[in-house]
């Protein structure tokens, strides 16, 4: 692509950046809370309605049913070059149906007075959707050679990607490099994320009324609260372990010795090393009184990612595009969020994540994007299709 052919198409993305937001704000207008299946499945449809709309009917499709959580949906699109691309991206958020009706927008300029448009999930992820969509329309228009590209749309991201995870690694291992819309730490690229885990912890104790026989009880609320104690101090922030229980309930009446508890503990760790040390420290825990069973489920959600060496040359292509279209120097970074991404970097096949929106606040109220940045984005991943025509190159 010469510098002409990259200014050119960064030039055609600023001029449609409005259209382009039209269909980020379509987006955010359908909620789509991970826990509410008829939301996600309505949805899924706009999304697919977007795509069709944009960019003709696809090559290939085939909907996934997520049984409790969302459905998976991949569309393939037919390329005019040797290469295979797959844009990954989930259309689940955070934000509970409803939310968008209160939603408390930020103010419309940051301390430098550049744009923001806030709304539930604009930023995690929507834009980087629409971006990704867009992406390869203005791909296609440019006339040059585009790859193959599947998108592969998941409403489970959220919650662990428990259906989805299966169609992420198959569709992942057939393609020639993966690409997640997920958005970026501040306009770089993520090539390292933290592990996750989502334990959880059960306490069965024995019930005893408690004011008439409270020695006869064993609280399964007090050993709990024992074992989260005990599970905190098993956190290394120095070697990028951390550990929060974020939910716990139990017992059944105040005047009742508890007789189960449960708690929720999110585990983020930055190496299998650490993954193996605290499933090790957690099984070493013990509580107090002997009659209280304490169960631990280790459910282990996501490897740790790290640049690895198929993604290594993906970097590089990302650069040189940024170069070619008069970018800054395209930064990568590690952060402490899992994402799909960590699934495919695990099977050592190339990909990178933080391919999408420019902004802040994920998973907060206010969170936002820069208007200005989406062409620009848009443009970066456009580029980087019309490079990817060919299997990369270690």
């Known amino acids: 692509m010469t510098a002409s052919h990259a200014a050119a198409l960064t030039a055609r993305a600023q001029d449609v950046s409005a259209e ?17 299946l008829p939301a996600l499945a309505a949805g899924l449809d706009v999304l697919r309605e977007v795509a069709v709309t944009r960019l003709g009917p696809p090559g290939h499709e085939h909907r996934y049913p997520g049984g409790a959580y969302g459905d998976t949906l991949t569309l393939t699109y037919a390329g005019t070059g ?16 409803g939310t968008l009706a209160g939603w408390e927008q930020p103010a419309a300029t940051d301390e430098n007075g550049r744009a923001r448009l806030s709304g539930p999930g604009i930023f995690d992820m929507k834009t980087g959707l629409a971006q990704g969509i867009w992406a390869l329309k203005l791909a296609r228009e440019s006339g040059a050679p585009v790859p193959t590209v599947t998108f592969l749309f998941n409403g489970d991201e959220e919650i662990g990607s428990l259906s989805s995870r299966p169609v992420i690694e198959e569709t992942a291992k057939k393609v ?23 334990f959880k912890v059960t306490a069965t104790g024995v019930e005893a009324h408690a004011g008439l026989a409270p020695q006869d009880g064993a609280s399964a609320i007090l050993a709990l609260s024992e074992f989260v104690l005990a599970a905190a101090a ?21 005047n009742v010795v508890a007789g189960s508890a449960t708690a929720g503990i999110d585990i983020r760790v930055s190496s299998e090393s650490e993954q193996h040390r605290v499933d090790a420290e ?11 069973r304490i169960e631990v489920d280790h459910a282990w959600n996501r490897p740790p990612m790290t640049l690895n060496a198929a993604s290594a040359p993906l970097l590089d292509l990302a650069r040189e595009v940024a170069h070619d279209q008069g970018r ?13 991404a960590n699934f495919i970097s695990a099977l050592g096949l190339p990909v990178l994540c933080g391919m999408g929106a420019i902004g802040d606040g994920a998973h907060a109220q206010g969170e936002y994007i820069h208007p200005d940045t989406v062409p620009t984005q848009t443009a970066l991943v456009a580029g980087l299709l019309l490079r990817l025509t060919e299997p990369l190159r270690g």
């Not at 098993?234 to 105040?254: D, Q, W, Y």
């Not at 800054?328 to 799909?340: I, N």
């Open 328 to 340: 800054a120097p395209l930064a990568d970074t590690a952060v402490g969020g899992a994402s799909d």
């Open 234 to 254: 098993v956190a290394a922030p120095e070697r990028g372990t951390t550990i929060n229980t974020g939910l716990i309930s139990g017992g059944s009446a105040i």
């Open 20 to 36: 382009i937001i039209a269909d980020i704000l379509t987006l955010v207008r359908h909620e789509t809370g991970s826990y509410d």
């Open 282 to 292: 957690f099984a070493a825990i013990q509580v107090i009184d002997p009659r209280v």
């Open 82 to 97: 040797a290469g295979h691309v797959a844009l990954v991206g989930h259309y689940d958020t955070v934000w509970p149906t």
């Open 176 to 198: 020639d490099a993966t690409l997640v819309l997920e958005p970026t730490a501040h306009g770089a690229v993520k090539t390292a994320r933290k592990g996750s885990g989502i």
